[in-house]
């Protein structure tokens, strides 16, 4: 059952009127992601300090007008776009589903320490699924989106709300989503759900005995070389909500799309075992466009299932680089990579004002413009 209490009201009740990206303190509950002792912010290679090139005005001119708060983009390594509108480099925002894809990388690093392995049932570690159909579902099942169990779209009569509703703002996020029952076999069809990432959250919590921001922390925070950042909890010193609410700023984001594009390289230590990244990046469902918990064609449909169709954004166009991979959260938060390209783009923001955003356009424009890409050849 949802826990009714009065933070909750509070935070149901105001939702549509605040800014959830930028806005961080609505989420009263976080636990502290330590990042490096170090930490030093990303520098512009120094062609870019002089001002951004003459083809990038007329793109960040829209960008703004769409709700953009950063545009970053890193070349080879090098940071060579920084743009912030009515934002500050040390400012966090809140990832949204960028942080399903983060997630992805600590399993993979959970599996290479033999902490689980992605073929197991998930009810290994959940006893709470051992009594019924859900025994059958895997982690790959759950990092698919193909476990079968009930979209977090479904108005369930107990509830009379979506399934969302309550992993956003229930007291006891762990209990709703492990009260979510199965409507189908896994792998019977892919759907979007959140309660996905939400369970392989608590497997990787009790599979490693660490809390997940404890894990973030030691293996990917800190030798990133990220600053302090923050995950959202369902209440103090509860359980973290890693289906979204990691508050991070657009910087350190760059640095995940550049590990990803590294294949799991970072300088000299390898944070995430180059197969695991292989093995994201190897389409799992129908439309070839969804691996682990990372997207991996532009959406050229009208729907997305699983997604509702207000949050949908359809692309006008395939990525010039058709191995482009993104991570992707709701409202236009958007990390692209190409490896062919040597590219990494960040688009932070609230959600864009009109129909026509279009990410694969804003990464095939700095393709194009930044380094005269085209498609790879074969």
């Known amino acids: 059952m949802l826990v009714l209490k009065p933070d909750f009201l509070y935070r149901l009740a105001s939702y549509p009127l605040i800014e959830p990206i930028g806005d961080t303190h609505w989420f009263t509950a976080k636990a502290p992601i330590r990042g490096a002792d170090s930490a030093q912010p990303l520098e512009p290679a120094p062609a870019l300090r002089l001002g951004h090139p003459d083809f990038l005005a007329p793109l960040v001119k829209q960008l703004e007008a769409e709700g953009t708060y950063a545009l970053l983009v890193m070349h080879r390594g090098e940071?060579?776009?920084?743009?912030?509108h009515r934002y500050a480099r040390d400012n966090q925002s809140n990832s949204k589903s960028l942080m399903k894809t983060v997630l992805a990388l600590l399993l993979g690093i959970a599996q290479a320490e033999g902490r689980l392995e992605v073929t197991q049932a998930a009810a290994d570690f959940l006893p709470e699924w051992r009594g019924d159909k859900r025994r059958h579902i895997t982690i790959e099942h759950l990092l698919t989106m193909q476990s079968g169990l009930r979209s977090d779209l479904a108005v369930p009569g107990s509830y009379l709300l979506p399934d969302l509703l309550p992993l956003y703002f229930a007291a006891d996020v762990g209990r709703v989503a492990l009260g979510i029952p199965a409507v189908a076999a896994p792998g019977a069809y892919w759907e979007y759900n959140n309660v996905n990432s939400q369970v392989l959250g608590i497997v990787l919590e009790r599979a490693t005995g660490s809390p997940y921001a404890d894990y973030l922390s030691e293996k990917l925070w800190q030798p990133l070389g990220c600053s302090d950042a923050q995950v959202g909890l369902d209440r103090r010193q509860g359980t973290a909500r890693t289906f979204a609410t990691l508050f991070a700023?657009?910087?350190?984001?760059?640095r995940v799309g550049e590990l990803i594009r590294c294949n799991g390289l970072h300088g000299d230590r390898q944070l995430v075992p180059a197969d695991w990244i292989r093995r994201m990046e190897v389409p799992r469902n129908a439309d070839?466009?969804?691996?682990?918990?990372?997207?991996?064609?532009?959406?050229?449909?009208?729907?997305?299932?699983g997604i509702p169709a207000a949050q949908h954004f359809m692309a006008s166009e395939d990525f010039v680089d058709p191995d482009t991979v993104y991570l992707e959260g709701m409202h236009g938060q958007t990390v692209c990579i190409s490896r062919h390209h040597e590219l990494v783009a960040l688009r932070i923001g609230r959600k864009p004002r009109h129909a026509n955003w279009d990410s694969s356009h804003l990464f095939n424009t700095l393709l194009r413009e930044v380094i005269g890409g085209t498609a790879p050849s074969a």
């Open 79 to 84: 940071l060579v776009v920084e743009h912030y």
């Open 249 to 254: 700023r657009a910087q350190d984001w760059l």
């Open 288 to 305: 070839g466009d969804y691996g682990y918990h990372i997207w991996l064609k532009a959406h050229r449909t009208r729907s997305v299932r």
